[in-house]
């Protein structure tokens, strides 16, 4: 079986069998990343570009690794070092990048649709690494494997997707790839961060994290964006902590422990307490490790 798709956009669309196949080849991507010898040669000859225009840490780093542990040859692009700064377009940048003979982009850029509208002007295959608000289909994905890692399979478990909902593409490609895989999915937080009619997408929306502690099995905890924070969204730091911080005593509210994840970076003690965030029932370093499988994964399904 092969993706329908030569680019990884979004998994809005994606089939049940298709984020499966992702999830299945990444289990032996997963394994090679114990060995003490960490390199396979599927993506030799083959050349990446990393074009992030936007900042990343976790992604980044997860995605050179992932293609160096591939073996390609791999460039990284910064926007403060680049042409941008004087005024290139995308179009431009990506066009010119393509003549030099390379086989396969990943791409971050603030613009939701980039992605998409790069995979229209190059020929090689594209990866979106997050497109403003729009999708971050790896890191849905990796929270997917993590979560199949740990509960065996993603049928029924029950995922409340915590905060900022209506900004975050980890909360749309999370809710995309897990409904498809069968997951019962919520949100909880404000209503000013909620979408209307996000039900649309088969979630159940809360608004009272002690309304939906009881009734998951995994809270995934997503950054409080504090650059919104003078947007009004929410009154401070401090309220939001009050009602949306997950901490400790919330959840031990909860009849059976709750799996605790969070894409990265943590704003310790604000949308989630430190203690959880490094307990024995976080998955937060997990999902970096496994994040290297999945994107070696999906690097080697569009390769080759
Ligand atoms: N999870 C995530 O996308 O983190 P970075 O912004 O550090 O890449």
Redesign the pocket.
């Known amino acids: 079986m092969k993706l329908k798709s030569r680019h990884l956009l979004g998994l809005e669309g994606m089939t049940k069998e298709e984020l499966r196949l992702i999830l299945d080849t990444a289990v032996s991507f997963r394994e090679i990343l114990d060995r003490p010898i960490k390199k396979v040669p599927p993506l030799q000859g083959k050349t990446v570009v990393n074009l992030f225009f936007e900042s990343?840490?976790?992604?980044?780093i997860s995605f050179e690794l992932a293609e160096r542990r591939l073996s390609a040859d791999v460039v990284s692009f910064s926007t403060a070092a680049s042409s941008v700064s004087k005024g290139e377009t995308l179009k431009d940048t990506a066009r010119n990048i393509e003549a030099m003979k390379i086989d396969m982009v990943v791409i971050r850029h603030a613009a939701p649709g980039s992605a998409h509208f790069l995979s229209r002007v190059v020929d090689a295959n594209v990866i979106n690494a997050?497109d403003g608000g729009h999708e971050?289909p790896t890191?849905g994905l990796l929270d997917m494997y993590t979560l199949r890692e740990k509960f065996g399979s993603l049928e029924g478990l029950r995922v409340c997707i915590v905060g900022d909902i209506t900004h975050s593409r980890v909360a749309r490609s999370n809710i995309y790839g897990l409904t498809t895989m069968g997951a019962k999915v919520s949100v909880c937080g404000p209503e000013t961060l909620i979408p209307r009619e996000i039900e649309r997408l088969g979630v159940k929306v809360y608004h009272h994290l002690e309304d939906v502690i009881p009734e998951v099995d995994v809270l995934n905890v997503l950054r409080i964006q504090l650059e919104r924070q003078k947007s009004g969204l929410f009154p401070s730091l401090r309220e939001y902590h009050r009602f949306f911080g997950v901490t400790k005593e919330k959840v031990s509210r909860a009849p059976k422990p709750i799996t605790i994840m969070h894409?990265?970076?943590i704003n310790r003690d604000v949308e989630l307490s430190a203690d959880l965030a490094d307990g024995e029932h976080s998955v937060i370093l997990q999902q970096v490790t496994n994040g290297v499988a999945v994107r070696m994964a999906v690097l080697y399904l569009l390769g080759t």
């Open positions: 990343s840490t976790r992604t980044r997050g971050h890191q894409p990265g970076p």
